[in-house]
């Protein structure tokens, strides 16, 4: 049957991370891998609450019935009026509400890619990402946020294909936890007006900050460049899965509104539309405890930052290098010369059970075989700090 398969199917391969969170079942696992989200995070009470309410007399055949393909109105209102407040003034005709913004990805790689365009990314990027435009066949070029390289180079390197769009998560991106600058930020618009491209903002994590000055979204600058949300390019990727709920899938695009169109003709093929009860509970618990509920977790994702970091400074050997994020999930820890990620990770799980994800798979050259991501959410102080202490005994011997 495979020789039937099309072309793009040979591109697709399993994510690692989805393979090493079948690790977490096992006994004494200490798994710095997926970045997951802390389930004693996750407003239950709220969500069982917004269930119900959903499944009364008075909203059950709403919430168990067919819905538009754009989202829940009432969502995307609450959606909208979130954006304004992080500088992105725009309407609820704005916003496309998505099965995660996993599958906001996969639609932008399908309504931009033609085989062999370019997708500008960074040089370690986001899997996920990978993983979706590559179903579409496109060439890879690094992204560097501001570098050097200009458009010229860029286009020079696309041969016979068109470069389509850049990539980037801009606040504390996965897999580096590192941010763009104000600076960069700026460059990059300059860079997507020059290519004539599309610019893709994933703001996965932009609501948890932990210190340092909060950095506009590009498309909140490009806003203000140009004083219309539908004159601009940059497109903006937002989710619950980091602050609420990933199991819901809630996520969500903003967009000139050509754009909004197109992916809303993909949704109404792939899957008409996201779950309408799963929408109408979102809302609800969105409205009554969102700006409560992220102080919180604020403070338990800072804390365990805070606890990964001090422990790599104990533990670490000479040669070892990390970033210190201000948000997000993620540490890079470059490993000492002549280090290799996936023998460590070897390693590590046979002689002290400790799981991470080697950096290689986060290149799409397949280079970065001296790095590994550590995610630090879904470990409480005391289990980071004993498995960074196993992890240096290993790196170190």
């Known amino acids: 049957m495979h020789q039937l398969f099309a072309t793009r199917a040979a591109r697709m391969k399993a994510s690692e991370i989805r393979e090493l969170l079948k690790l977490l079942g096992q006994p004494g696992i ?18 069982a609450h917004a269930f119900q309410q959903a499944l009364g007399a008075d909203s059950r055949a709403q919430a168990l019935q067919y819905s538009v393909s754009e989202g829940y109105l009432p969502l995307r209102e609450w959606i909208a009026g979130h954006m304004c407040r992080i500088g992105i003034d725009c309407g609820a005709d704005d916003v496309l509400i998505t099965s995660g913004s996993q599958q906001a990805l996969d639609y932008l790689g399908k309504l931009f890619l033609s085989p062999g365009d370019t997708a500008l990314v960074g040089w ?7 993983a979706a435009f590559n179903a579409y ?13 200009g458009a010229a180079q860029y286009r020079a390197a696309a041969g016979p ?23 960069g930020r700026e460059a990059l618009l300059d860079l997507a007006e020059e290519l004539d491209c599309a610019l ?20 909140a600058l490009e ?33 000139a509104r050509p754009v909004i169109a197109q992916l809303v003709l993909m949704k109404q093929a792939a899957d008409l539309h996201s779950a309408t009860i799963n929408q109408m509970a ?39 290098q990390w970033t210190r994020p201000e948000g997000g999930m993620f540490i890079w820890l470059t490993l000492p010369p002549g280090s290799d990620g996936a023998q460590l990770l070897a390693r590590a799980l046979e002689t002290v059970k400790v799981a991470f994800v080697p950096g290689q798979a986060f290149h799409p050259d397949g280079s970065g075989g001296n790095t590994i991501r550590l995610s630090f959410s879904n470990s409480d102080e005391a289990t980071i700090a004993e498995g960074i202490a196993r992890l240096g005994a290993v790196l170190g011997g």
């Not at 370690?124 to 990978?130: I, R, S, W």
């Not at 390019?233 to 996520?251: A, D, E, N, Q, V």
């Open 223 to 255: 806003l203000a460049q140009k004083g219309d949300l539908q004159a601009c390019r940059t497109i903006y990727c937002g989710s619950f899965s980091k602050t609420l709920s990933p199991g819901l899938r809630m996520g969500w695009v903003v967009a």
């Open 30 to 47: 200490i798994s710095f891998a997926g970045g997951i989200p802390d389930p004693a995070l996750f407003p239950a009470e709220a969500f």
């Open 282 to 320: 979102v809302n609800q618990v969105a409205q009554n405890c969102f700006d409560a509920h992220i102080p919180k977790v604020r403070a338990t994702y800072r804390a365990r930052r805070d606890a990964m970091l001090a422990a790599l400074d104990r533990h670490m050997p000479e040669g070892a």
């Open 200 to 219: 893709i903002e994933d703001g996965a994590y932009q609501a948890l900050r932990y210190d340092g000055q909060a950095i506009p979204p590009i498309l």
């Open 161 to 183: 294909g068109a470069v389509k769009y850049a990539y980037l998560s801009p606040d504390f991106a996965n897999p580096t936890g590192e941010t763009v600058d104000r600076q």
């Open 124 to 130: 370690p990027t986001y899997l996920g990402a990978l």
């Open 137 to 149: 066949e496109p060439r890879f070029d690094q992204l560097r946020a501001g570098g050097n390289a």
